[in-house]
């Protein structure tokens, strides 16, 4: 049986966690300002309508008495590292798949621990009384299902979907509820007369994989009640990215690439401490009028080098014809090599060790602001940064 554990309205919960003043009172994460989004809300907000990835503006409008707080993003870390800890003394089988929630396995610890639905009530039991905040708890004998299973009953829930049900559960299940199926695909399955995960039997294999490609195989097996993906124990890092919403619209590339800067420093920095390479650079816009365009290049070798990370998003910013105003600038790295680096090299040293000067300067100036602070060197593009 797979449990999928998932912290109920995680930031806002912590924020209330933190201050007993504002608990039970209706708390929107991500910020004062109106050009930022919510990153989460409590469920007392969530009666008025905000949900993550809400305008702050509009999540204001809906609810002009929530208290709007700035993430604190060390703080949900440092939380998050705790649940994990609690999921560990249950099983070492888990997979961490966000800052709050995780897939555990917990195949051979009935003897020790009891039935899959007695472990999940003392998971959460135990989340509750050393923790202090509330989780929703699924199982299930499939991976997918138990996903689904966690979501069903929030917050503090618990569903217990047993081997003998997968069947009927699977017959009514609504695809929409599958990961993977966004509103596009939701609607060409709809044309097929596919609503539900047990109409998908209607159709053979083929016939869905001829309609939706790869995923149309995985549809068929799901609709089977097999799901070949397991609890994987370690997630190798496959992109790192960083972005902010700008205080004010901005159509100057000028201006736009001191925003670049900073955050090609940022990702590179987070690939340096990773000890990993990026080959690809990714350049993020949302406009004003919300319309988001990205645009990816590929660079010669791969780097953890924030120069050449800035250098190649400067050129996708160029390439780019800016006809409206930009309010969230971000950039991203990906197709990471799988070799981890080692990245303690001398910055005066003779030798090349495959190592250009440029990753040697930001070793360097790493090492730098690990010991006297972050700012305790700057580059001078980011002089008087807003």
């Known amino acids: 049986m797979i449990i999928h554990v998932d912290m109920d309205a995680f930031f806002a919960s912590v924020e209330q966690l933190d201050n007993p003043n504002i608990f039970g009172k209706p708390v929107i994460v991500g910020g004062t300002s109106n050009r930022g989004v919510v990153a989460a809300s409590s469920y007392e907000a969530r009666k008025f309508g905000v949900y993550s990835a809400m305008p702050i503006f509009q999540a204001r409008q809906k609810c002009?008495?929530?208290?709007?707080?700035?993430?604190r993003g060390y703080r949900y870390k440092e939380v998050s590292i705790q649940v994990m800890?609690?999921?560990l003394s249950f099983t070492p089988v888990i997979q961490q798949v966000s800052i709050d929630e995780a897939f555990m396995d917990v195949a051979g610890c009935e003897a020790m621990f009891g039935t899959p639905h007695e472990i999940g009530m003392k998971?959460?039991?135990k989340i509750k009384d050393e923790i202090h905040l509330t989780c929703s708890v699924g199982i299930a004998p499939l991976k997918f299902l138990a996903k689904i299973?966690?979501?069903?009953?929030?917050?503090?829930?618990?569903?217990?979907?047993?081997?003998?049900?997968?069947?009927?559960?699977?017959?009514?299940?609504?695809?929409?509820?599958?990961?993977?199926?966004?509103k596009q695909t939701a609607g060409n399955l709809g044309k097929m007369g596919i609503v539900t995960l047990g109409d998908v039997s209607r159709y053979a294999r083929e016939k869905l994989v001829a309609r939706l490609g790869k995923y149309g195989n995985r549809l068929y097996e799901l609709a089977s009640g097999i799901d070949r993906s397991e609890v994987n124990i370690q997630q190798p890092v496959k992109s790192i990215s960083t972005e902010e919403t700008l205080a004010a619209d901005i159509a100057d590339k000028a201006r736009l690439k001191k925003y670049l800067l900073k955050h090609s420093e940022d990702v590179g920095r987070q690939l340096r401490k990773k000890g990993r390479k990026a080959r690809t650079v990714t350049l993020k816009i949302k406009h004003s009028d919300f319309k988001q365009a990205t645009r990816q290049t590929k660079m010669p070798c791969y780097t953890f080098s924030s120069e050449k990370i800035y250098q190649a998003a400067v050129d996708l910013l160029e390439a780019y014809p800016l006809r409206k105003p930009v309010r969230l600038i971000?950039?991203?790295?990906?197709?990471l090599d799988d070799k981890k680096q080692a990245v303690q090299m001398d910055l005066f040293s003779g030798t090349d060790d495959g190592v250009e000067k440029w990753e040697k300067l930001d070793t360097a100036v790493d090492a730098i602001a690990e010991k006297f602070g972050k700012g305790a060197i700057t580059k001078a593009g980011l002089t008087g940064y807003e």
């Open 123 to 125: 998971i959460k039991q």
């Open 149 to 182: 299973a966690s979501d069903m009953d929030k917050p503090d829930g618990l569903t217990y979907i047993a081997p003998d049900e997968v069947a009927a559960f699977i017959k009514t299940l609504p695809v929409k509820k599958i990961s993977g199926v966004g």
């Open 64 to 71: 002009p008495q929530g208290i709007f707080i700035s993430p």
């Open 330 to 335: 971000g950039v991203g790295a990906s197709d």
């Open 85 to 87: 800890s609690v999921l």
